[in-house]
């Protein structure tokens, strides 16, 4: 096989390898950035095919590969993000091995493949992929909402998990508290207070406040919280102007998170 073909090949199947793997996490899906995913592991193939597979260090190499390819095609959010968005792009990669395996024989898989079966089955897993993430979506609809929240001039629309375990309140208030990463809420805030917060930033809620003092930045006050390893956190909080879900007023202080969640909703909300 020429080095071309190979190289055209193997990115075609790694273009729908990622597309099902972003299908399956939840991730943003960019053709261009899944084409430069794709053409990285097109021009990792080429070097293996000048290599030969039979040194030991190839686990690793392998492994360096899918992660670089799965953060050229999704971003690199966090490692651990990275990582499980590796691992399930290894899983998929193993699905078309079965798939072709199943439809040519282990013979064929091991030996000469067409391209047409390699890209067909990769066809198929991709479609099988996103059957799997909408019944992933049909399930968890219910769980989810929006809320729109307006601060001033300003107004963002987040989309909550609505997570019974979720029981934060304001002690002072008694008010339910909606807890939002930092990222979606940017847009929610003035050019002085994204200043502070780019500073200080949120993890060190006590810190925040009084960073947002110094800068005359007022409304903002400490709700303590409780997770797995941390007894005694704290977050930053805050009153929006109005606070909707699904177009109902929602009476709930706002807490600012740096921690990731997960790629389909920005805010935790409790039952209200």
């Given at each position: 096989m020429y080095l071309d073909v190979l190289f055209a090949a193997d990115t075609a199947v790694n273009a729908l390898l990622l597309a099902a793997c972003g299908r399956l996490t939840g991730a943003p899906r960019h053709p261009g950035r899944i084409f430069l995913g794709a053409a990285a592991g097109g021009l990792a193939s080429a070097?293996?095919?000048f290599a030969g597979a039979a040194s030991p260090a190839m686990p690793l190499f392998r492994a360096a590969v899918a992660l670089l390819v799965?953060?050229?095609?999704?971003?690199?959010r966090s490692l651990r993000l990275t990582l499980t968005r590796a691992c399930v792009l290894y899983a998929?990669?193993?699905?078309?091995?079965?798939?072709?395996?199943?439809v040519g024989g282990t013979e064929r898989l091991l030996g000469g493949l067409s391209f047409g079966m390699v890209f067909f089955s990769g066809l198929a897993v991709c479609l099988f992929a996103s059957l799997v993430s909408q019944f992933r979506e049909?399930?968890?609809a219910s769980r989810t909402c929006g809320v729109t929240l307006?601060?001033?001039?300003?107004?963002?629309t987040l989309r909550a998990l609505l997570d019974t375990g979720h029981s934060l309140v304001d002690p002072v208030s008694n008010r339910p508290v909606l807890v939002a990463t930092l990222a979606s809420l940017r847009p929610l805030f003035s050019p002085a207070l994204l200043s502070?917060?780019?500073?200080t930033g949120a993890a060190d809620a006590p810190a925040l406040l009084c960073a947002l003092d110094r800068a005359g930045i007022r409304g903002f006050t400490l709700v303590p919280c409780r997770t797995v390893g941390n007894a005694d956190g704290l977050l930053a909080a805050f009153l929006p102007d109005t606070a909707r879900q699904d177009g109902?007023?929602?009476?709930?202080?706002?807490?600012?998170?740096?921690?990731?969640l997960a790629d389909d909703f920005d805010a935790l909300l409790g039952t209200v």
């Open positions: 070097a293996l095919w799965t953060a050229l095609a999704f971003g690199c998929v990669t193993c699905a078309l091995a079965g798939v072709i395996a199943s049909l399930r968890g307006t601060l001033g001039e300003r107004s963002v502070v917060l780019d500073r109902r007023p929602l009476p709930v202080l706002v807490a600012i998170t740096e921690t990731e």
